[in-house]
């Protein structure tokens, strides 16, 4: 009986000590992973890591270890603080250098000791920048500037200015307000990214331009419907009305260097709403009136000043465009007649010809430019820039005028490899066109009055030269203007 109870007690205290073992801490070992680089830019890096155990931890840290080196010395330490549960963690730093060679590994502090993962290599990359919009302006416009990389310290200079850097977007995007110009009109853009320069192709062009007045016209009267052409420097203008009261029978000749108006005396008949080349005019009509006209089809050519009346051209042609493209004259288009059809004279057989229809209606209300052996035309129905190529006597697109029309007959001018676009009736806009990429800059309004017309447009010297015919129902004088491209 002692035997027994001393049996029973011995069974009660072992089944006490299993279910007790049971409640003790388990001295728990989980496997730790670096798994993989998600995302790494210029100074920026994440990092995916997991915890392996099949039961929860107790970690006071854990995060990971970033450095240059493999003994990782002053290390970069991205500390996610306390864990309980295994599974997939992930770190991130943006505190790293562009173009470098960097290995994390993760960690866990455990027990009041740290373990490790295993350690992988990293490429931080290279910061770029592609391009930037809008490429012109004024100062305090917002630019955005593309790329990709680009660092929290990254900066934007328009020039050797400095820009404002309102925002820093995905590392991909920098929005910047233009500093004031400052000296110059067109100056290269940069960004600078942890002391990277990274140049950009296209300069920004600061919107500019100056006119000046220079004088009053000699005579008291208004030019409508007349002509106007440049012969090396001396600019020619008349033919036409005062007003639409009277015909005009006179044409000037103006020189920059002695800024003195000058009467040419003429020979030939009145007209209006005829056409003028640098070399040629005629066409239009011979009587004061409203359609339907009384068509001429005078021809007269001017060479050093002289006026030679050469045959009739066999149609009716007014308010076409004229051109001349190496031996050949061009007429084309009119209010009389088919709009879209083109003939050709041939200077040295005086020979005429019809060539290849207009791709839309043109008269001399549609601004026009000739720049290297091609005219260009602006479709006012659609904005549409047409080249027309006098080598193949083809037409075709080449861009889009972003100005406005206005009530048009506005100008087209070239001064090198840049053309002068604008200033349409009751509109004060005058645009650039780089013909090198055929890239429109605005430059600055017009700063005199728009109720006026464009009566001659002259280039010289780098400067534009402009006669502006008040409207009729104004009573102030013609003004000669000049503007500067580059000038502010």
């Not at 021809?299 to 066999?314: A, I, M, N, R, S």
């Amino acid at each position: 009986m002692k035997i027994g109870n001393i049996g029973f007690f011995a069974l009660f205290m072992s089944v006490i000590c299993i279910f007790s073992s049971c409640e003790e801490d388990i001295d728990v070992s989980p496997s730790l992973v670096t798994e993989d680089i998600l995302y790494v830019s210029g100074e920026r890096v994440r990092l995916l890591a997991r915890i392996i155990t099949t039961e929860n931890i107790n970690a006071s840290d854990h995060g990971f270890y970033i450095a240059d080196n493999e003994a990782f010395s002053n290390p970069i330490i991205v500390s996610l603080g306390e864990r309980e549960r295994p599974g997939r963690f992930i770190g991130e730093t943006g505190e790293l250098n562009i173009e470098k060679t960097y290995y994390g590994k993760s960690f866990i502090a455990l027990n009041g000791s740290l373990q490790f993962g295993n350690t992988i290599a990293l490429q931080t990359l290279s910061p770029e920048a592609f391009q930037f919009s809008p490429n012109n302006g004024t100062g305090g416009l917002i630019v955005n500037v593309f790329g990709k990389n680009f660092t929290a310290d990254s900066k934007v200079f328009f020039g050797d200015v400095p820009a404002e850097i309102l925002d820093i977007s995905f590392e991909s995007r920098i929005t910047v307000r233009v500093p004031p110009i400052a000296g110059r009109a067109v100056v290269a853009v940069k960004v600078v990214s942890q002391g990277k320069e990274m140049p950009m192709i296209t300069p920004f062009e600061y919107t500019v331009g100056k006119y000046t007045k220079l004088s009053n016209f000699p005579e008291a009267l208004r030019l409508l419907d007349n002509i106007y052409f440049q012969q090396g420097n001396q600019f020619f203008v008349g033919l036409g009305s005062d007003r639409g009261l009277n015909l005009n029978q006179n044409i000037w000749k103006y020189s920059p260097m002695t800024a003195a108006w000058e009467n040419t005396g003429f020979p030939g008949r009145p007209l209006m709403m005829s056409f003028s080349s640098g070399q040629f005019f005629g066409g239009g009509a011979y009587v004061l009136g409203r359609a339907p006209y009384l068509a001429a089809r005078d021809f007269w050519q001017v060479t050093d000043g002289v006026y030679k009346k050469l045959p009739d051209f066999p149609f009716d042609r007014i308010n076409s465009v004229a051109f001349e493209i190496g031996d050949y004259l061009y007429v084309v288009g009119g209010d009389v007649g088919f709009p879209f059809e083109a003939h050709r004279y041939q200077k040295s057989t005086g020979l005429w010809a019809r060539i290849q229809n207009a791709p839309f209606s043109i008269n001399s209300s549609i601004i026009n430019f000739n720049f290297q052996n091609k005219q260009y035309f602006i479709n006012p129905e659609n904005r549409e820039l047409v080249a027309f190529d006098a080598l193949s006597g083809f037409w075709g697109v080449v861009g889009t005028y972003p100005g406005e029309f206005g009530a048009g007959a506005g100008f087209g001018l070239a001064i090198g490899d840049r053309v002068y676009v604008g200033m349409t009736n009751r509109s004060l806009e005058l645009w650039e066109l780089n013909m090198t990429n055929l890239n429109w800059v605005k430059k600055n309004n017009f700063s005199g009055s728009p109720i006026a017309r464009n009566a001659g447009v002259f280039a010289d010297n780098g400067l534009i030269y402009i006669l502006r015919s008040p409207e009729i129902q104004l009573s102030t004088p013609m003004e000669l203007w000049s503007f500067d491209p580059n000038g502010f």
